[in-house]
């Protein structure tokens, strides 16, 4: 498992948390939402690093493409500083 493996090569793990989709249904809102908490819980119980895209990326429209779904050039970007934070 993930969380031993780290444990054996004392290896420092960060998990990037799912996006929120951006007007798409409230079943996959659901579903990435109870997704993100269990995630987040998980990896703070597990000794694990953890990015919180969700808060940078809830309702901004300007940071997905036209579907909802994927980042635009600007969410990448705020992905990626996301994530860089993390692992500095």
């Given at each position: 498992?993930?969380?031993?493996?780290?444990?054996?090569?004392?290896?420092?793990?960060?998990?990037?948390?799912?996006?929120?989709?951006?007007?798409?249904?409230?079943?996959?809102?659901?579903?990435?939402?109870?997704?993100?908490?269990?995630?987040?819980?998980?990896?703070?119980?597990s000794g694990l690093g953890?990015?919180?895209?969700?808060?940078?990326?809830?309702?901004?429209?300007?940071?997905?493409?036209?579907?909802?779904?994927?980042?635009?050039?600007?969410?990448?970007?705020?992905?990626?500083?996301?994530?860089?934070?993390?692992?500095?």
């Amino acid at each position: 498992m993930l969380t031993d493996n780290r444990k054996k090569t004392d290896t420092r793990i960060v998990i990037s948390g799912p996006l929120p989709t951006y007007r798409r249904g409230s079943e996959r809102f659901s579903r990435l939402f109870a997704l993100q908490s269990w995630l987040r819980g998980w990896c703070a119980c597990s000794g694990l690093g953890y990015v919180d895209n969700w808060s940078s990326f809830w309702e901004q429209p300007a940071l997905y493409r036209r579907d909802g779904l994927h980042p635009s050039p600007l969410g990448s970007v705020v992905l990626s500083r996301n994530i860089e934070r993390a692992i500095r």
